[in-house]
Every structure is written in C-alpha cells, then in structure tokens.
C-alpha cells in the first residue's frame, strides 16, 4: 500500500491510514473466525453500528457459532447459540437460517453435511466483505473502492465483448478501443468507451481493412468523440481520462495487442466526481493492467453464442441473398432444306414451304420468334405470422434463388420452341414487424403487416437466342456484344443476365402498444411482472433487462370490446441512460423499439437522488432519437413509493413533473384530434412511426411537448 502512495503520489491523511489499519484488523479476524473479536472492534471503531445492523451482527454471531462446531464443542455450541442467537428467532427470516446452522449440530462430521457451504471460507469471507462494507458506510466513505469498481466494470465489459472487440497498446500507451467489421459492435457502442473526459480521450476507430502488407488499417468511428460524463457514472467513476486521437493516423495491428489498460489521474481515490470534473489538476496517468483477453475473431453466425447471448442477436441480423441467374438463348441454324422429290408438283412444294412457314411462331411482323433462356429466380422477403424471430437467419444468413434455364434446342430452329425452365421466386418469410434494409443504410421497407412483402433481388434475365449467321456477321456481333461465348463445341451461346446479390439487414421492432421506459433500475420489469403474467428478470443492478420482455394486459371487460377496451401489450424495454440516442449503453437498439408503441409509460423511481431530473433524461433521449416518440400520450409512474422519502416528497415530485410539457396532448396528426383519437389511430401512428425524423421540424424544447395524461404514485412491491 505505501508503495502504491509513494508510486501514485496521492496524498493519504494519517487519520485514512489509522482507520484501514483497524478495518484491516477487523476484516481479517472475521475471515479467520475470530467473530468475537471482530465484533469487539466494530464496537470501538463503530459504535452502535451493529445494533443498528442487525443482519450483519446475525451473520457475526452465527461465525463463532459455526467455528465452536467445527472445533467441536458442541456443548458450547449449543450454549452460545442459546443465549446469543435465538434471540433473533422473533423474526422469520432469521428463524430459517437458525434452523440450517442447528442443523450442523446433527452431524458428526459437519463438513459432510448439506449445510457444509456455512463452514466455507467463502461465507466467511462474503460476511467480513459485507462487514467492511457497512463499516465504510458508516463512516461516510464509499463501500467498493474506485479500483473495486472498475474491476467488477472492467469484467462486466470483458463479458459483454466476449474476445470480440480489439484492444490495441499503440506506442505511446494510448489506447484504442476499436471493432472489426466482422466482429459485432453493437456493444461498442453501448458501453461507449469512447470518451473525452476533460482532457484525455479514449478514441473509438473501426477497422478500415488492410492495407498492402496485410496489416490492419483504423479508421475513426463517426460521432465517437461526444463525451460523455454517463460513462463515467457507469464504469463507476473509475475515471478512464485516455489519451489522444492523434495516433489515429498510425496503423495499429492485431499483433501489438497486449493488455487492457486503465489511466488514472492523480488522487483519484480521493476526490469527487464534480471537483474531478471541474478541477484544473493535472492528471497523471497510471496504467493499470486488467490483463483483457487477445482479439478472437468470432465467426459472424455462432449459434452456440446466439443462445448465450441473445439480446446481441435476436432483433437484428444480416443475410445475403442472391437472385437466379438467367439461363443461356442459344444460336439456331435453320433446318437444312430437303431437295423436292420428283413425285411432287408445284402444288406440293408450295404448300410444303406455307406449312413450314406457318410452324414456326411468330412475331405480328412475320418474324419469327426464338425461344429464350429462363428467368432466374427473383427474391422476396414477406412477412409471415408464423414467424416470431430471426434467430434462424443466424444459423443460416445466405439464400440464393435458382437459376433460369437454357434454351433447350439442340442447334437446330425446330417448330417447337421452347423457352428455357422460368426459375421460381424464393420468398424468405420474416416475423412480422420486420424492417428491411439494404446493409449499408438504404430502408427498403417495413413489413409490419402479415403478408406485406418486398422484391429485393430481382432475376437476371434469360438470355435470347440468336439466328445462324454467317461468319463475317457473326465476328461482329460478338465484338459489339460482350455477352456471347462459345461453348465446347465452339457454339456461340448468348448469356442470360446475372442475378443481384444483396446483402440485407433485418430489424425487428417490437409491436406493443404501450411501451415502459425509464432509467435502469427504475422497476420497469416489476411493474410489468406485477400487472401481467410476463416473468421477466428483475434485480437491483442496472441493465437486467437486454431486451424487450413482453406483456398482456388482459383488459376489463366491463369497458366493452372494441376500441375502449383496456386490452393491451406492454413492453418493458431496457433501461435507458443519458446518451442512449448515441448508442451508449445500447440504446438505439432500444429505443427503436418504441417505434410501434402507442402510448409510453414512464417509469421513474422516486427513491432515486433526483427523480425529476432522471425522468427528463430519457424524455431527452426520445426527443433526441425521434421527436415523435414526445408527442404520444404518456403516463409517468413515481415507483417505489414504500420508501419513505420517495413517499414524502412525492407531492412534490408530481408538481414538478406536471410542469414539464405544456397541457395539452398533441394529435399525431396536428389536427386538433383528443387524446383518443391519437392513442387509437394505429394506422397513422405506424405510417408516421416510419417517417425518419423530418428536416423541417422545428425543434422543440421537452417542455413544449405534451405532458403526461397521469403522474401516479405505486409501489410495485
Ligand atoms: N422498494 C421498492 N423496490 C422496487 C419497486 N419496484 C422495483 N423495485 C426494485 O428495484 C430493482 C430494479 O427493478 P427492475 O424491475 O429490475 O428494474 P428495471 O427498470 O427493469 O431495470 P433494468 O432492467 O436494469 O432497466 C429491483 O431490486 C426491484 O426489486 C418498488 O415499488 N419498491
Ligand atoms: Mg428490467
């Protein structure tokens, strides 16, 4: 520790010193066993704590308990657990937990006994963690350190880029956060380590390709420079300021790859995030290796991963398809004519030479018409009920029409012509709600409804047939035309047009009518597992939602069918955060969702520092992402209600929240039209839920935007 002073140059009071010594002596006796003891030191180090913290002093008590069994003193055991542990038996939850460290008592070798994991040095050690913990709690000092923080971050991003991304040391230590085109990025951009914090940035680039010694070229990554200070908040303000975009111009590759670095300023321990933010101190940087792992180059489709990994998955994916070609025409040589035979007069001949003139089909201008080679195979992409995901398109992303046939003659002009087989159109069917793009950008189309569909590759047209000619003529047709060949036996064939090879990106958006959004954290997932049957993740760390978790509400029927009915589909989407219209944190992927969401349902929780200001946040980042989303009729819910400060100032909240966004709800239309002739318009809300952001807008602040029909006060719980 005094190294790393001395080596960091942060600056340690005497007082900091004294106090991790004793919090040192205190966790240790805990992990050797010595409960007692460290219940005495808390005491002295922190008065009144434990009596305050009665989990904590349970979980103490229940140590030495554990330790006079394993040193087999059964009686003392039993004696200890009287006096100091059944105490706690008022309370149910302790009573269970009673039971499982009595039950140690019925075995001779308690080791062996299914409740063996009380004995572990694991428990041991999760109960002076957590001691530690409330002791720095206690004293107003934050319970994970800086360095705790970034670990536990940095593992939570190794995961998430899963050997994916690249990490690239260049030189000068700076680091280069960059991703391979065949590697996925949406993660990239989600944690969005491309931050310019104060000083330093952590420049983001994307691979460019190769240049012509085979190494890797970078190029910067358009809009990966805004800073953002909500990265900083979420990797936990371990205050990554990173050096300079300048090395952009050199050339990293693979090779240099070593470790995952981290650059602290100075003292970072010991000051604020707003003091950090606005201090002129200069920053030192201090590597610290994580050691992440070596760039793996992930195939593009793995199902073993899709599984693992779906919210990366489900809802996009890119396939190649590709139309038939078309089939060949052939060069024909009239029949060769038949000498008359002696036996037939003039009347014969004639009418042989009308009958044959007459077999042949015919244009309107006599000319006869040649057969042509087959039209190769068009693609169309439909959207199909029955499918409800594009999983399959990652276990299989190339579909390839058939080709046309050739003419099927034999070189010689006969009566039957035969054009070449037409090959038949493939339709690939996709869940409904899917939308179709080209990979580079361009929207195709949005298949929202069942059967709506798309012609994305179209055939190449069969070849047409051409007559015998002679050679001179010929030579120059094949000069002016480049779409002739011979074949092996030296004739000349004329080519059906290739088909188009395309490739595609799918899109999924949910259809829901009411979409929940809110901050992570908020209690989207509760609320939803709470009003219907859906069983989504619910925990309290940020982002346990990674991808829309669907509900139905079933209604009351007492409304009566039809339009008033209070049916509906709800979608608990993942939390957002500031810079979610960037891609941070994910966020365009989930906030593309709310296309087809017909109402939102703001979900803020009460109990947060600063409920009001949170709930603005992600009114910004809808507005920033498509101004539409701000003129659907909402509704905010003030969540977690059951703690007591969040009930205290919720009459205040909800002022403060009706404030922001003038009275009245907007039609979708501008037209004047009530709040339910908007909430009930699916068929402009989904046309207008297409539309790209229009250019002429005027842009509007949140606050001349509709405010929410209702701002209610629950408690899910
Ligand atoms: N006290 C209290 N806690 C709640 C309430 N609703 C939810 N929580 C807790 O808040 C935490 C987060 O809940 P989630 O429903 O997972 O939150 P979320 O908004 O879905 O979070 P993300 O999926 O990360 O976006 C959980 O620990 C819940 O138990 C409530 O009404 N009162
Ligand atoms: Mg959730």
């Known amino acids: 520790m005094e190294s790393f002073i001395a080596c960091t140059g942060m600056k340690q009071s005497d007082d900091h010193m004294e106090d991790m010594a004793k919090r040192k002596g205190i966790f240790h006796s805990a992990l050797e066993g010595n409960a007692l003891k460290a219940i005495e030191l ?154 310019s914090a104060t000083v330093k940035k952590l420049v983001c680039c994307e691979e460019k390709g190769k240049n012509k010694d085979g190494k890797l070229q970078w190029k910067r990554r358009r809009g990966a420079n805004s800073c953002s200070l909500s990265l900083l908040k979420m990797l936990s303000m371990s205050y990554c300021s990173l050096p300079t975009s300048s090395h952009l111009n050199s050339k990293f590759h693979t090779n240099s790859l070593t470790s995952f670095s981290w650059y602290f300023p100075e003292h970072f321990l010991l000051k604020s995030c707003s003091q950090r933010r606005s201090g002129s101190e200069s920053y030192r940087h201090y590597p610290l290796k994580c050691g992440l792992a070596r760039v793996k180059e992930a195939p593009l489709t793995n199902p073993d991963k899709i599984t693992s990994e779906p919210h990366k998955y489900f809802d996009q994916v890119i396939i190649t398809v590709r139309s038939g070609d078309g089939g060949h025409g052939a060069v024909l040589s009239m029949p060769v004519q038949k000498g008359p035979s002696k036996s037939t007069g003039s009347y014969n001949k004639e009418k042989e030479k009308a009958r044959k003139k007459s077999s042949y089909k015919r244009d309107f201008d006599g000319s006869i018409i040649l057969p042509m080679g087959g039209h190769g195979g068009d693609v169309i992409v439909y959207a199909d009920e029955g499918k409800d995901s594009l999983l399959e398109f990652h276990r299989k992303s190339r579909y390839n029409a058939k080709r046309g046939g050739n003419v099927d003659a034999m070189g010689v002009l006969t009566s039957q012509l035969h054009d070449g087989f037409v090959s038949p159109t493939l339709r690939i069917p996709v869940p409904v709600g899917t939308v179709v793009k080209h990979k580079r950008g361009k929207f195709l189309a949005d298949l929202a409804h069942p059967g709506d569909e798309i012609l994305v590759a179209r055939g190449g047209q069969g070849g047409i047939s051409l007559l015998e000619m002679p050679e001179h003529r010929r030579n120059k047709m094949m000069s002016l035309t480049p779409n002739v060949m011979r074949d092996d036996s030296d004739k000349v064939l004329v080519l059906g047009q290739p088909g188009e090879e395309v490739s595609l990106q799918l899109i999924l958006r949910i259809v829901a009518d009411v979409g929940l959004v809110g901050l992570p954290n908020a209690g989207k997932s509760t609320l939803l597992a709470a009003i219907t049957l859906a069983k989504p993740d619910i925990a309290d760390y940020p982002f346990t939602t990674l991808m829309p978790n669907l509900g139905r509400l079933d209604g009351d029927p007492s409304l009566g069918a039809g339009k008033y009915s209070s049916e509906a589909t709800l979608a608990d989407l993942p939390g957002l955060i500031e810079g979610a219209h960037l891609g941070k944190g994910l ?93 009930n318009d699916s068929e402009r809300e989904s046309g207008l839920s297409l539309g790209l952001p229009d250019k002429d807008r005027k842009v509007k602040e949140i606050e001349e935007y509709p405010c929410p029909l209702a701002v209610v006060g629950v408690s899910v719980l």
Not at 106 to 115: F, R
Not at 634 to 646: G, P, Q, T, Y
């Open 42 to 195: 808390t005491e002295q180090l922190a008065p009144g704590l434990l009596d305050k913290n009665k989990d904590l002093h349970f979980d103490l008590l229940s140590l030495h308990f554990v330790e006079l069994v394993c040193s087999r003193k059964c009686t003392e055991a039993l004696e200890f657990a009287q006096n100091k542990l059944t105490p706690f038996g008022k309370v149910q939850k302790y009573v269970e937990k009673l039971e499982d460290f009595m039950a140690l008592l019925a075995y001779e070798e308690p080791e062996k006994s299914p409740m063996f994991h009380l004995l572990s040095l694991e428990y041991r050690q999760h109960v002076a963690d957590n001691l530690n913990r409330a002791i720095l709690a206690y004293s107003n000092l934050p319970s994970y350190s800086a360095v705790e923080r970034l670990i536990q971050q940095t593992t939570v991003v190794r995961q998430c880029l899963n050997g994916k991304v690249h990490f690239f040391e260049c030189p000068s230590s700076s680091l280069v956060f960059g991703k391979s085109n065949a590697s996925r990025c949406c993660f990239l951009g989600g944690f969005d380590l491309s931050l």
């Open 587 to 679: 966020g365009r992927n989930f906030l593309r969702h709310l296309r087809r969401t017909r109402m939102l349902v703001h979900v803020v929780d009460a109990a947060a520092e600063d409920p009001v200001n949170d709930y603005r946040t992600v009114k910004e980042e809808l507005r920033m992402y498509n101004p539409d989303y701000l003129e659907r009729p909402s509704i905010v819910v003030l969540n977690k209600i059951d703690i007591r400060e969040a009930m205290g100032r919720l009459p205040s909240l909800t002022r403060e929240i009706w404030k922001i966004g003038r009275g009245k709800i907007a039609s979708l239309t501008n037209s004047g039209d009530d709040v339910q002739s908007g909430f």
